[in-house]
């Protein structure tokens, strides 16, 4: 019994060897509880810059407009708005995610890092010109739900290189953003539930699962 043991146990180490080389497995649930709580303060600024109620449909109608405060157009003071989140939560991510990799005395940089970030912002990319394009062709109101889409596929394309809980999320954030393609007008709430409420739920999750 204690030899058969003592072989399970061998195949679980080796196994686990082949998941660390495999996987990425130095993503924060910290960082994505952050992360989340980063993407609700840029949408309640963005309501403030916009001056309207929560459920007040149409806000892209506004973009355009004069702000009153700074004579900056509202277009500029929301691009500023959810780049500096964007900025914060690409560098909270590889912060945090840096010193998980050194807790777990694991490589930071290796070559699956580099294929599971190559995966990931392929897509991410492609979401961001994609986003640009329809700015230029005066959709403004598909730009949010197109994020979420581009960002559920590019979870999905890198979930295979690291925790598969990723992948879920990634499914989640695609069926809101063609859910919200179809309620444009509220496109602010489901951008604040893809990135905000889900990436809090995820990261609890994540932490309570991997790091506890």
């Known amino acids: 019994m204690n030899q058969q043991q003592e072989q399970l146990d061998a195949i679980r180490d080796i196994r686990n060897l082949m998941e660390r080389s495999s996987r990425f497995s130095s993503l924060s649930g910290l960082a994505g509880i952050i992360v989340g709580v980063f993407a609700l303060g840029a949408i309640a600024v963005a309501y403030l810059v916009l001056g309207i109620s929560l459920l007040e449909p149409?806000?892209?109608s506004l973009l355009q407009q004069e702000s009153a405060v700074t004579g900056f157009s509202r277009f500029d003071l929301l691009a500023a708005d959810f780049g500096s989140v964007l900025l914060l939560s690409l560098l909270t991510?590889?912060?945090?995610?840096?010193?998980?990799a050194r807790k777990q005395s694991l490589p930071v940089w290796d070559a699956t890092a580099k294929r599971m970030l190559l995966n990931l912002f392929i897509p991410l990319v492609t979401g961001g010109i994609y986003c640009l394009i329809l700015l230029y062709q005066g959709q403004?109101?598909?730009v949010l739900?197109?994020?979420l889409l581009f960002y559920g596929m590019a979870l999905l394309h890198a979930s295979k290189y690291t925790l598969n809980d990723i992948r879920y999320l990634g499914v989640l954030e695609v069926a809101l953003g063609l859910i919200a393609s179809f309620f444009t007008d509220y496109g602010l709430l489901f951008w604040a539930f893809g990135f905000g409420i889900l990436h809090i739920v995820y990261g609890i999750r994540i932490y309570f699962k991997y790091e506890q």
């Open 58 to 60: 149409g806000y892209y």
């Open 145 to 147: 739900p197109a994020t």
């Open 93 to 100: 991510g590889i912060y945090l995610s840096v010193r998980k």
């Open 140 to 142: 403004p109101a598909l």
